[in-house]
């Protein structure tokens, strides 16, 4: 049973910094597209990034680019999102998930629809 775990959440102001960790322990994440969506309260879930098993493409949601990092690390077997300069428009639950065979343009555009193992997701608050 593959577990995806996220860590890295908590309480920050705006224009903060977090860096998000997503950790397969016994599982190879190599061969999967990573991706990282977020949930806000009364939201639907929403694409945030994407790093392809490929060629570690990156693909990020618009209210992202610029700001958010998605980034592999192949040694620790561990998938990161660095956001800087955090909203709170960004407080939501993140969720990472693996999938083998999609494509990161289309995690992002179905907000992760179909991925195969989901973390169970972890809350990022950012507020004064």
């Known amino acids: 049973q593959v577990q995806l775990v996220e860590s890295g959440g908590g309480f920050v102001q705006p224009g903060g910094s977090l860096r998000l960790s997503c950790a397969a322990p016994?599982?190879?994440?190599?061969?999967?597209?990573i991706g990282w969506l977020r949930q806000a309260p009364g939201k639907a879930h929403e694409g945030v990034s994407c790093?392809?098993?490929?060629?570690?493409?990156?693909v990020y949601g618009d209210s992202v680019q610029g700001r958010f990092t998605i980034s592999r690390d192949t040694t620790n077997n561990t998938v990161y999102l660095q956001m800087n300069n955090l909203k709170p428009d960004d407080t939501a639950v993140y969720f990472c998930?693996?999938?083998?065979?999609?494509?990161?343009?289309?995690?992002?555009?179905?907000?992760?629809?179909?991925?195969?193992?989901w973390g169970k997701g972890i809350l990022v608050t950012v507020s004064s």
């Open positions: 998930a693996a999938d083998p065979i999609l494509p990161c343009p289309v995690v992002i555009g179905t907000r992760g629809y179909g991925m195969e193992y």
């Open positions: 790093i392809s098993s490929s060629d570690g493409t990156t």
């Open positions: 016994g599982f190879t994440l190599d061969n999967y597209a």
